[in-house]
């Protein structure tokens, strides 16, 4: 009997520690994710000695966090299973016991380890932190290479792509906390979006964010600068890569200022120079690289597009700043865009305006005309009609013709100068699309 009572005396002391170390730890990882950069440098003034430690949780705040879950974890299952050890020595019907320990040991993780700790960690982040730090500092030298290959082992058997230094870091809490000020009206819903976004651009590829190459605008190596100033006035962009023998050959990058300043310098280059010869070299990025890298990318060696290439090193697209800071505060329009056009707006008996979204079917019906299989296999609107018919994306001026009509690409809106309305003309005869630079 007696050895009964010392040996269940062992059992209770020994989950109250680790119980009340479980809650300290989780009074300690809210702690240090209530901490500000005021309050850690409020810290090192009054404790030098602890700059060290803080200087390394705010450059890697993941390390200790993780750290502190898994021993935090390990406590609370260590606790549980002692529980359940003694209930089954204390009665002989073993159902009972696991039901009285799940009953009694999810109470006490809420309550007196999550509740309980964590309100004291956020209430008193400045004085519980100091221990808190010693303690995780101690346990990341001695567990966090166990964390990381943990990490690794569930990145691994997790679907889609993980999380280097794993989801426990601050950034859901931070996005709770976003949230609830923006609920609380503190924060503006645009504001929080924005907030949003700017988390999502590590996790964002260039080829989500990408003009893919179908949608791409560009000039052959070979034409003059006539032709160059002409496509960008008509397509309305100051920046147009140029190509050799077809697309997945990109040569440099024509800037409209540098052929507009050749031919005010000389007039004659228009016609005596070619667009080649007044290249600035491309930027190529992988489609793999992430948006918040490549940002930091542009800032840094000042560069506003790059060319995006896949892992057979052909031309996926190309991406500008822009793509990435709409991606941020959302699609920028500029004065000249407008609402969107009328699906059909006759201007007389045979002339029209359409949008250039409107479906190939409806206009075949609208317009009393057919098309082929051929013509209009993989492709739904109009636009998409003309791009075909083209070889290449359409800027105002392209002309191609349909049996009775002749279609010409009008006005480019957005950002991305996408075709927004065709002009459609009665014609007599059909001839071959033309797409003059």
């Not at 159902?95 to 999810?106: F, H, K, N, S």
């Not at 976004?197 to 605008?217: A, C, I, K, Y």
């Not at 930091?296 to 697209?317: L, N, P, S, W």
């Amino acid at each position: 009997m007696i050895e009964k009572l010392k040996s269940a005396s062992v059992f209770i002391i020994t989950i109250i520690i680790l119980l009340v170390f479980a809650g300290f730890l989780a009074g300690s990882e809210s702690a240090l994710t209530s901490l500000s950069r005021l309050l850690i440098e409020q810290i090192v003034d009054a404790k030098p000695n602890y700059a060290k430690r803080f200087s390394g949780f705010t450059e890697n705040p993941a390390r200790y966090l993780n750290v502190l879950l898994l021993v935090r974890k390990s406590c609370e299952l260590t606790a549980t299973v002692l529980v359940a050890a003694a209930f089954i020595e204390i009665t002989d019907n073993k159902a009972l016991a696991l039901t009285q320990t799940i009953v009694l040991m999810v109470a006490i993780s809420y309550v007196i380890v999550g509740v309980g700790p964590r309100t004291l960690g956020k209430q008193n982040a400045l004085s519980w932190s100091k221990s808190a730090i010693i303690t995780a500092d101690l346990l990341s030298k001695l567990l966090g290479p166990l964390t990381n290959l943990l990490i690794a082992v569930g990145n691994a058997i997790t679907p889609g792509k993980g999380f280097k230094t794993g989801p426990f870091s601050t950034e859901a809490e931070f996005r709770d906390l976003v949230d609830q000020a923006s609920e609380s009206g503190f924060v503006e819903e645009s504001e929080r979006e924005m907030i949003h976004s700017v988390f999502d651009l590590g996790e964002t590829m260039v080829r989500e964010l990408m003009v893919p190459r179908t949608e791409m605008v560009w000039i052959e190596s070979g034409k003059n600068l006539r032709q160059g100033l002409s496509l960008a006035l008509r397509s309305g962009f100051t920046r147009i890569p140029v190509i050799s023998e077809n697309l997945d050959n990109v040569v440099g990058i024509a800037y409209v200022k540098d052929l507009a300043r050749r031919v005010h310098e000389n007039h004659d280059a228009e016609q005596s120079e070619n667009v080649e010869e007044h290249l600035r070299k491309a930027t190529y990025v992988p489609e793999t690289k992430t948006a918040d890298e490549l940002l930091k990318q542009m800032q840094r060696d000042q560069i506003h597009m790059a060319i995006v290439v896949d892992e057979y090193g052909g031309t996926a697209g190309l991406i500008t700043i822009e793509d990435i800071l709409e991606e941020i505060v959302g699609e920028i329009a500029d004065e000249y865009d407008d609402d969107e056009a009328e699906e059909v707006e006759w201007i007389d008996k045979e002339i029209a305006r359409i949008s250039a979204r409107l479906h190939v079917e409806d206009f075949a019906e609208k317009f009393e005309t057919s098309f082929t299989v051929e013509e209009i296999e993989d492709v739904d609107t109009i636009g998409g009609l003309i791009a075909k018919h083209l070889g290449r994306v359409p800027i105002p001026g392209s002309t191609i013709t349909v049996p009775g009509w002749k279609l010409t690409a009008e006005r480019p809106v957005g950002r991305r100068h996408r075709i927004a309305t065709v002009l459609v003309e009665k014609i007599a005869e059909t001839s071959q699309a033309t797409d003059q630079l």
